[in-house]
């Protein structure tokens, strides 16, 4: 995938920089650096810290403006269980899980790859759920001007299921709602559309 390389070529006293704190850490928590296994480690996790939060290099806008196309389609467009992969700002530990988001286009819709593609900009960023959920609802209601728009993410977060509670089963789910979507029977619809099995 392009940006990964992008990062490898044009990046590189970055990733250096990362690499030598990560090095720091192995050493601090009581590893040998130098161990066979261990030799790679730092830069590995400096490009893998890199490639994780490449949203910030990143313009979502930029993306949904590339493939908006003027048409006169005014239902509801929905696109369900767009995987999703952040870290929590407060432990830099993963939280993933699905997004669920839907449209009602105003004179304009958008190539249906850049919604998934917009998910990940925010989401390769250090995040909160709820600022992730915001982000993409902001984006999508200030760019492509929609009737509305709705956003819901549910998911698990490696910060509880390793550590502190250690609750393994729980799934935190956040929504926001734009536009058409504030009126209630707007948004059941979208809501029964997302539970169900046929899509
Ligand atoms: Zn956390």
Redesign the pocket.
Known sequence: MAPYQNLEEYNINVTNEVKDRFSKIIDEIGEDVNREGLQKTPERAAKAMLFLTQGYRQDAEEILKSAMFKEDYDDMVIIKDIEVYSL??????P?FGKAHIAYIPNGHIVGLSKIPRIVDVFARRLQ?QERLTHDILECINDTLKPQGVAVVIEAS????MMR?VQKQNSVTTTSGFRGQFEKIETRNEFLKLISSDLS
């Open positions: 929590c700002e407060h432990h830099m530990l939280f909160v977060h490696m910060c509880m502190g």
